[in-house]
């Protein structure tokens, strides 16, 4: 079994040691190659070399940023039987991802995981979203999430390390700083419907949405990697409903329709338009603002380990 680790040198929740440890065990059982990041942009080139040389397994060790990249370079030429199978070995601050698929929230124990689903052919095929043309693994962010992963990338570059406690502080500034009165967003579906004045949106296609430390935080408790794209839309940031959905996004108790949100559960497609161009990310990696972003929800997407 030929088998590509996709390693990112940066990752912020491993040590060498135990990424040596892992290497080793996964070189016990497969013929490994283990191949390190330079840049952005690099996990996406190695996966895509990878998928096309018809390497049976990829591994990304490293955060959601890593994983998304691979992912996204594995799927370069669409879906097709030729695609590798895909494991992760979660090494960030997060790990939504790994930790959405039941993964253990460390490396060397994850390791173990994908080393019995390997021996045994243990495999699960999963949806994924995508965002015009980018693939996601787990959500994507339009206006206020987005404006966070923002500032903590800001934070980032000046050389501080991206922490809970960070998300929280950008969170509470960008939410001081918004302009709740005005909200841009505009959500239509296929059927018609249209949901418009919208302050901000997030899409998911499983469940959590993401972790403050070890809770779970979960806006759309039906999401599934068995099933299509859920959304969570704010109609109201005003401070007694953002703290009541925050309540129920913490106990994963959010309604399909309650004071100030909305989810939309198991869809296709649909489409977000603001009337000016907005913050936006997926797998919390911040891209170029959009005043326009089409979502499509592709089930049976691709092969993991777990």
């Known amino acids: 079994m030929r088998v590509l680790v996709v390693s990112n040198p940066r990752a912020t929740a491993t040590t060498a040691r135990q990424r040596d440890v892992v290497v080793h065990a996964l070189a016990a059982v497969s013929k490994l190659e283990v191949e390190e990041t330079a840049n952005r942009g690099h996990a996406a080139a190695l996966a895509c070399r990878a998928m096309r040389e018809g390497v049976d397994v990829v591994i990304a060790l490293g955060g959601d940023g890593t994983v998304n990249e691979v992912v996204n370079g594995l799927l370069t030429d669409g879906l097709h039987e030729r695609v590798p199978a895909f494991g992760v070995l979660p090494a960030g601050s997060t790990n939504v991802f790994a930790r959405a698929l039941g993964l253990p929230n460390d490396a060397v124990e994850a390791a173990s995981v994908l080393l019995e689903a390997m021996a045994t052919g243990r495999r699960r095929r999963i949806s994924l979203g995508r965002a015009d043309e980018r693939w996601f693994v787990f959500s994507a962010g339009l206006g206020l999430d987005a404006a966070v992963v923002a500032d903590v990338e800001a934070h980032r570059r000046r050389g501080q390390r991206s922490t809970h406690s960070l998300y929280v502080r950008a969170t509470m500034r960008r939410y001081l700083a918004e302009d709740r009165h005005h909200p841009t967003i505009e959500a239509t579906f296929p059927d018609g419907e249209v949901l418009s004045k919208l302050s901000m ?45 925050l ?60």
């Open 201 to 245: 949106a997030v899409i998911t296609n499983c469940t959590p949405w993401t972790f403050l430390g070890n809770r779970p935080l979960t806006p759309t408790p039906r999401a599934s990697f068995d099933e299509g794209l859920d959304l969570y839309v704010r109609t109201r940031l005003g401070l007694p409903s953002v703290g009541l959905g």
């Open 247 to 306: 309540l129920r996004i913490a106990r994963g108790t959010t309604k399909e329709k309650e004071l100030g949100a909305r989810v939309r559960h198991d869809l296709s497609r649909f489409t977000l338009r603001s009337s000016r161009p907005l913050p936006f990310q997926v797998d919390g990696d911040l891209l170029p603002e959009r005043d326009v972003v089409h979502f499509t929800g592709v089930r049976d997407a691709l092969t993991v380990l777990v």
